[in-house]
């Protein structure tokens, strides 16, 4: 095993070991009734709604892949994008390391329908780069919009937490100059990677954008359920919880988010409302993740076995 290897083994097994103590921490003093009673306590309008927004970020996610697609120069019909985005973000976001885990299911899924190695390199980098632009640009609203509550949440002042939320959207707007302006490729060893268009980019910024504002829409619809909270302070909780993320690197944000939102809503954010929105958005799309992927893995190998080898294919004109 590498050093690589022994690394990344590393880092999830303390990873594993974050997300444990963060998960004792914040559950220890409830017992099992308590949450489930907490759980209940969410209307079944609240719980559908929050189910929407859900599936809503999920097609975003599909988004992601289909401006891969474009950016590659490939042409895939839409019905397969969604097959291999669906099966590789549901699995990826709560295994977590999503560019090593989602980025080894798709190369599963895109080669076995014509794709190469650097084709399914730079969706995953395209991918990445939507993920930070649109976690850069919900933060730049939340702290336009919401400059007190963000200078609570990030302990600034106002004045800071605006000038952030301002740099956040020049930082975007400066990515959309790159993509209109910067036509010349980068090479990485034999590999060259280029700015998308801007029309590309432009996607990249609704799209990502909207992925992260209906997640958190759906934080917030299992939160209001048992207190008055407002759709930016759960926004600004959600992008906080993303950026530690981002920097414990603890597989699907187990217990990192938890903590986080629940430190910066206090008791508006209910235990209740967090288990909710645990199994809404990573274990209900998980659970129906793991066995579509098992399905499709066992049609690749029926239409392989099927498929004649080339060695048994009798050349015309050849003797029998």
Not at 35 to 64: D, K
Not at 157 to 186: D, H, Q, S, W
Request: charged share 10%; glycine share 8%.
């Amino acid at each position: 095993m590498n050093r690589k290897m022994i690394l990344t083994y590393g880092l999830v097994v303390l990873g594993l070991g974050l997300a444990a103590y963060l998960l004792w921490n914040i559950f220890s003093q409830y017992t099992w009734s308590d949450i489930v009673a907490s759980v209940a306590e969410i209307p079944t309008a609240n719980l559908l709604a929050a189910i929407a927004f859900s599936a809503g970020s999920y097609l975003c996610l599909t988004g992601f892949d289909w401006m891969g697609i474009r950016y590659v120069r490939k042409d895939l019909a839409y019905p397969r994008i969604v097959l291999a985005s669906f099966i590789t973000q549901s699995i990826g976001q709560s295994v977590g390391l999503a560019g090593l885990s989602s980025g080894a299911l798709r190369y599963r899924y895109y080669a076995h329908w014509g794709l190469n190695t650097e084709h399914v390199a730079k969706i995953v980098l395209l991918s990445g780069v939507t993920v930070s632009i649109g976690l850069t640009v919900l933060t730049g609203i939340v702290m336009i919009l919401n400059p007190a509550d963000a200078a609570q949440v990030f302990r600034l002042n106002e004045a800071t937490a605006l000038g952030i939320g301002i740099l956040c959207l020049l930082l975007t707007a400066g990515y959309l100059a790159l993509a209109k302006f910067a036509r010349a490729p980068v090479r990485i060893r034999k590999w060259t990677f280029q700015m998308p268009t801007l029309r590309l980019a432009l996607a990249q910024v609704v799209i990502g954008t909207t992925n992260f504002a209906l997640v958190a829409a759906a934080l917030r619809e299992v939160m209001g359920a048992t207190a008055d909270v407002s759709y930016l302070k759960a926004a600004t909780a959600y992008v906080l919880g993303n950026v530690a993320i981002i920097v414990t690197h603890v597989p699907g944000g187990l217990g990192v988010l938890e903590a986080t939102v629940r430190h910066v809503m206090g008791d508006q954010a209910s235990i209740g409302s967090l288990v909710a929105f645990r199994v809404i958005y990573f274990f209900i799309p998980l659970a129906i993740g793991i066995p579509l992927a098992l399905i499709t893995e066992a049609v690749f190998r029926a239409r392989k076995a099927s498929s004649p080898s080339p060695s048994s294919v009798t050349e015309p004109g050849s003797a029998t």
